[in-house]
């Protein structure tokens, strides 16, 4: 790897904009509190990304919002040219978790060079605050 | 085989193909009054005989602005309307809208239905569509990750694709190839000189691996498609192409695809038309094998591939080894597919080109037509649902 090579980077974070609803606030207010979060039906165990108000396994609304563990690259995308940020490469990822399957948290892997992402790398989850102040999960390379 | 009265595609219109921006000052009401028009004369009906309108993408003219039926009677003079309804969803619907003008015509609440797409991209570009939508409690768990737009949300299932199954570049840039080769005699065409594979792989990656030539075109014009009964269609000015099974819908493991990603595999690294291609073919009592020449939606290129697998053309995950072998070309192809060029080469209506070249093929009075089609099929999507797809034949 090369240390001059360009690092993946996130749209500009104060650009970035997220709203709520009764479904997904435990979602975003976890991630204020550095934790990502995914609900898992209380009644059958059945995980479901993004957060919704009914299990679509047994239509149950009670949740348990379980820490996830284990990220690893399922597939990913290498973005560059944005109109508003064209020297900068975004590295878009699906992430899944050793612990929930069905979960695929859709985030931007930050600080690799492009040339060294695969599917299956693990990673770590970090976080960059956004506008108003949420913070927004994104990951990288595990060390 | 299910008992259901026929129907057939009787009449095909389209306005010129522009550039982009460059079909100012009309509107969409132009450009789609227009094709209607278009699609009357070729059908050989009056306009003021139309009495069903049947759209897709919720009526979308290109997602950013709307048609309207009461604006088509009040501009176009058409009497009374009898049935106006639109599928779901976006492009996923364009094969499906024959469906629904089926629908109408099997209930009998119709005559004469007409299905039309116009688009205008001068201030919205369909391209980075998602990245300038308004945020909602939704896409907040996608737009944050600079996924633009469609071909930046597919390079993530592609990427998925090659990784499961060895599908490499060369796949893409075979598919882009030849449906440019199909568009260089081609009229109308946006796209009339060919691409090497030198060009190819020099082409400005966008969302590796898509790079340019595997994105569609950019362009303004309007289809308008008018379906009818077997026994009226039979009466007008070209041989009908009946429509012989249409479907649109698809499961929950799809479900929203690439605005959602929960799709596990195989279905991550698919088109999402698995059950589309079963419902045509269980419909029809045909097989992949029967089918002539297939049209299929060509928003990015390495879709295409994934419909082949989807429709049964190839094995699952064999796309790439099956395009490789120059198993779609017009010339030589087992299978040919997109033999107008697409929307990768000719232009991008939404979809809508797909049809107007079935029924061609039909007809038997395509550009590059194939010797003696008598199945032509037709793809919507994939996008998130409903997708859709369409078999039109010979009449007897």
Redesign the interface.
């Known amino acids: 790897m090369s240390t001059t090579a360009i690092r993946s980077t996130?749209?500009p974070p104060a650009s970035?904009?997220?709203?709520?609803?009764s479904?997904?606030e435990p979602y975003?207010q976890a991630a204020r509190e550095h934790r990502l979060v995914a609900p898992r039906c209380q009644a059958c165990g059945t995980f479901r990304?993004?957060p919704t108000p009914f299990c679509?396994a047994c239509r149950s609304q009670a949740v348990d919002w379980v820490e996830l563990e284990g990220p690893t690259i399922?597939?990913?995308?290498?973005?560059?040219?944005?109109?508003d940020q064209p020297d900068d490469v975004?590295v878009?990822?699906?992430v899944e978790f050793d612990n929930a399957p069905?979960?695929?948290?859709?985030?931007?892997l930050v600080d690799a060079a492009?040339d060294d992402v695969a599917?299956g790398l693990p990673l770590r989850v970090d976080f960059v605050t956004?506008a108003d102040g949420w913070e927004?999960p994104v990951f990288q390379l595990a060390d | 085989m299910t008992a259901v009265a026929e129907v057939a595609v009787v009449g095909i219109g389209a306005t010129p193909y522009y550039k982009r921006g460059e079909s100012y000052p009309q509107t969409t009401t132009e450009l789609a009054g227009n094709a209607i028009i278009a699609a009357c004369e070729d059908a050989g009906i009056d306009v003021e005989q139309l009495d069903g309108f049947a759209y897709y993408a919720g009526a979308g003219a290109g997602y950013g602005e709307q048609m309207d039926t009461a604006v088509f009677m009040e501009t176009l003079g058409i009497p009374e309307v009898t049935f106006s309804a639109a599928l779901t969803s976006g492009g996923g619907g364009s094969a499906g809208s024959i469906g629904l003008a089926r629908a109408a015509l099997v209930a009998g609440d119709a005559t004469y239905v007409v299905s039309v797409m116009a688009l205008q991209q001068l201030q919205h570009r369909l391209g980075?569509v998602f990245g300038a939508a308004p945020?909602?409690?939704?896409n907040?768990?996608?737009?944050?990750?600079?996924?633009?737009g469609p071909g930046?949300l597919m390079?993530?299932?592609t990427?998925?694709h090659m990784?499961l199954y060895g599908t490499t570049r060369d796949a893409f840039a075979e598919i882009a190839i030849s449906q440019r080769q199909n568009a260089l005699n081609r009229p109308k065409a946006l796209k009339r000189t060919p691409i090497t594979k030198d060009d190819y792989f020099a082409a400005?990656?966008?969302?590796?691996p898509l790079c340019l030539f595997d994105f569609c075109l950019e362009t303004d014009g309007a289809i308008a498609v008018i379906t009818t009964t077997i026994d009226r269609a039979r009466d007008l000015r070209h041989p009908p192409a009946k429509v012989v099974a249409a479907a649109h819908g698809g499961r929950?493991e799809w479900g929203r695809a690439f605005a959602?990603?929960?799709?596990?595999d195989p279905d991550?690294a698919s088109s999402g038309h698995a059950p589309i291609a079963e419902r045509l073919y269980r419909q029809a009592g045909i097989g992949p094998e029967d089918i002539d020449v297939a049209l299929l939606y060509d928003h990015f290129s390495p879709m295409v591939l994934m419909q082949l697998e989807d429709y049964g053309f190839c094995k699952k995950g064999e796309g790439g080894p099956f395009v490789e072998s120059g198993a779609i070309r017009y010339d030589g192809g087992t299978i040919p597919v997109n033999t107008h060029g697409g929307q990768l080469s000719e232009a991008y209506i939404i979809g809508m080109t797909h049809i107007v070249e079935a029924v061609e093929q039909i007809r038997g009075c395509a550009v590059n037509q194939v010797a003696g089609a008598e199945l032509a099929l037709a793809t919507g999507g994939p996008a998130a649902l409903p997708v859709s797809g369409l078999v039109l034949g010979r009449d007897r």
Request: charged letters at 10%; proline letters at 10%.
């Open positions: 996130t749209r970035i904009r997220i709203m709520t609803e479904a997904t975003w990304f993004p679509p399922f597939s990913f995308s290498i973005v560059r040219g944005l109109p975004l878009p990822v699906v069905n979960v695929h948290v859709v985030s931007n492009p599917i956004i927004l | 980075t945020v909602s409690p939704l907040s768990f996608l737009q944050p990750s600079g996924l633009v930046h390079s993530v299932l990427r998925r990784h400005r990656m966008i969302a590796e929950k959602w990603y929960g799709m596990q991550f």
